[in-house]
T-cell receptor, first 114, second 112 residues
Framework: EPEVTQTPSHQVTQMGQEVILRCVPI?????FYWYRQILGQKVEFLVS????????KSEIFDDQFSVERPDGSNFTLKIRSTKLEDSAMYFC????????????FGPGTRLTVL | QKEVEQNSGPLSVPEGAIASLNCTYS??????FFWYRQYSGKSPELIMS????GDKEDGRFTAQLNKASQYVSLLIRDSQPSDSATYLC????????????FGTGTRLQVFP
């Protein structure tokens, strides 16, 4: 069964450093998402992406964040200058056009900012 | 502000019992409803989706939707210790926005 994959599983970085989180969505999916979950809190929407552009972004997704689909398979989230409060699990999700709203989540990347 | 509310639990049930998980949502234009299961340190795993009022059954799971009362529930029959996890309710708005709004989740504990 096709799955969303994410790398790395755990990323440790120093405050102020740039990080890139990588995702490979399910191959025939067209809509891509990033969510985050701070430890003990709810899953929060960050950004949605379709047809090579951002469809929607939350207030969390400020100028420090960017997304890119550099090729036909990868979908990346970049945080330009990490802050302590960026420490969280970051989940990539994808869905197909005819699949209503059903989003399938990847295993997540745990980001720890020191 | 769209809100999705769940009792954080824990909800403790004995093995073999029915577990009942509830979720309420604030926005009447909500169109789609999802239950995800999340084991500790893992990602949300889709269990069920429901779009119309009434019940939808899939194996041991039944989702119930009541749009007039703005609640959605999940019943787990014949609960197993492996069902012990946090159950996340998520709401989608289909035509207005593509994002899912999640509740905080209900932690379920099934004891042998």
């Amino acid at each position: 069964e096709p799955e969303v994959t994410q790398t790395p599983s755990h990323q440790v970085t120093q405050m102020g450093q740039e990080v890139i989180l990588r995702c490979v969505p399910i191959s025939n999916h067209l809509y891509f998402y990033w969510y985050r979950q701070i430890l003990g809190q709810k899953v929060e929407f960050l950004v949605s992406f379709y047809n090579n552009e951002i469809s929607e972004k939350s207030e969390i997704f400020d100028d420090q964040f960017s997304v890119e689909r550099p090729d036909g398979s990868n979908f990346t989230l970049k945080i330009r200058s990490t802050k302590l409060e960026d420490s969280a699990m970051y989940f990539c999700a994808s869905r197909n056009r005819g699949d209503a709203d059903t989003q399938y989540f990847g295993p997540g990347t745990r980001l720890t900012v020191l | 502000q769209k809100e999705v509310e769940q009792n954080s639990g824990p909800l403790s049930v004995p093995e073999g019992a029915i577990a009942s998980l509830n979720c309420t949502y604030s926005d009447r234009v909500s169109q789609s409803f999802f239950w995800y299961r999340q084991y500790s340190g893992k990602s949300p795993e889709l269990i069920m989706s429901i779009y119309s009022n009434g019940d939808k059954e899939d194996g041991r799971f039944t989702a119930q939707l009541n749009k007039a009362s703005q609640y959605v529930s999940l019943l787990i029959r014949d609960s197993q210790p492996s069902d012990s996890a946090t159950y996340l309710c998520a709401v989608g708005y289909r035509y207005n926005t593509d994002k899912l709004i999640f509740g905080t989740g209900t932690r379920l504990q099934v004891f042998p």
